[in-house]
């Protein structure tokens, strides 16, 4: 071996020994790599033993802490009906002075509040329902003094009240609980009744309205909370409501001037409760601090509830305020349905389809009560029927569920409406405005409308449904004329033959069946009715005619069903 080989055999030894080196290092680093990560399974098991341990203890504090706060709940209902019982004691027994009464009043609420105040965060619920009860014994008290005993000044109560009202609702902010509004928002709104005496203008419980549901609309576009939202919309309705039912118990005749107050407070009730909520669902940060989204891809179910709540709730005040006519009252549904039309446009840009079809299905309702205002008889079951052909042609390009429910809501009513008509009218002419849209009815159910359909099964139901609604407006357009009963009997078999030769041509099996049948029920009239009612000469006719009919279709089908086995 030359001097040269032998060195190149040495370099690579050296080599391969440097490789074998940094293998051995790769496999103890390896090897105390995987020690340790069995340590930290280990290590991750105890925790994850230790935290169900923990879960289950905290499920077990959490039925607790509810049993507790129960507990808390009735016990601060019993003790302000006890303070309510203690006023009414006091006054019959005649035991203390009307400022001593409201002393104690006052010294009760403190006693709640304060102690709520002083609580540890820890008892939380205890907190808020001390605090929450201490608020509301402060406006029993205000009540009490203002109505009952009659010694303070009302300017002095009422700066009371508002103190109150200031007070929980910047506490519900500080202490992030949504108990404390409610209160605040119900104690505000009642307050106006709390302390009347009869005089006072509408203008100003107006104003004064419109002050309180600012207020809690601001905070509740801060925090969302879903059961101040409730609080505004019922708070807020009830008020108006109340002012509305006044004047027409009372007999009063509200003056121009207070008419539009009561405009302007129902839709500024409307505005707050409906549309900023909206707002803040779709555009969370163009009227709220930056960082306020909402939770989630879902939209509230509550905002879904006013959606359709309040314009429906609101258009009850504004008829009744401007005794409006049902012509009127209809154009005002058909306006609400319009603004219903516009949003539903709006939130299917910005892509929430959700809300968009809640507000699609609103001005669905809103235009068809208009509609049953304005309109009435045939007009009103034509214009249902071709709403509901509409209505179903979009819920097929959309696939919106909801704008498909009302399309066969509406031409359900059109159906009953129909058939109403048919039940209690008698003798009407064959060939007659009536008779068109009345056979519109019945194509829109029978065609239109399952053309538009997916669902096999629906298709099938309205298919029935609507050949046995037309079999009976047949009977009751043909009936009437001498010898009806046979015109009935030919009409229904001349149906028959057409439903059948469809069949055979193009439509199919199902077709078929339908028209077979109505041959059996043309059959069958012949034996229970027409046997016994016609004249001899109309029962020779109609069982040799329809006798030679059938052979002709047997013949018929039995030659197209050789045809197609060839």
Known sequence: MSEQEENNLQDRVEKLEKRVGELERQLSVSEATSREIQQLETTRKAPDNASSKDETASWDTDGIQFGEEWLNRIGIGLLLIGVAFLFKYSIDQGWLIPPIRSAIGLVTGLFLFGSGIKMNAEAKPLKQILIGGGIAVFYITGFATFQLYSFVPSVIVWSFM?????????????QEEAALSIVGTLGALGTPFMLFTGEGSIGTLVIYLLIVLTGTSAIYMKKGWRSLLWSIAVGGWAVLLVVVLNGLFTGTTFSYQDKWWMQVGTVMWMLVSWLLPVIREVWPNSL?????????????STVHSMVFMVPLFGMLIIPALWDLSADQSGIGYILMAAVGGVLYWVLEREGDTKLASSHAMMGLVMLTIGLFLILEGNVLMVVLMAEAVALRYIAQQTE????GFGSHLLALIAIFWLFNLMRFEVGNLLFSVDTVSQLFVIAGAGILIPYWVRGKNIKQIYHIGTH????????????????????????????????????????????????MATLFLVVGKLF????????????????MGFGAVFLLLGYYGQSRWSDKSD
Not at 528 to 543: C, G, N, P
């Open 162 to 174: 508002i103190i109150v009202t200031l007070l929980a609702l910047s506490l519900s902010v500080q």
């Open 288 to 300: 709220l601090a930056p960082g306020i989204e909402r939770s989630g891809d879902s939209v509230s």
């Open 400 to 403: 919106d569920r909801k704008i």
């Open 468 to 515: 046995i609604l037309f079999l009976f407006w047949i009977y009751h357009k043909v009936a009437g004329f001498e010898n009806g009963q046979a015109l009935v009997t030919i009409t229904w078999g001349a149906y028959a033959i057409i439903l059948l030769l469809l069949g055979f041509i193009r439509f199919g099996k199902k077709m078929r069946i339908g028209g």
């Open 528 to 543: 229970l009715v027409d046997l016994s009612k016609l004249q001899a000469i109309w029962r020779i006719l109609l069982f």
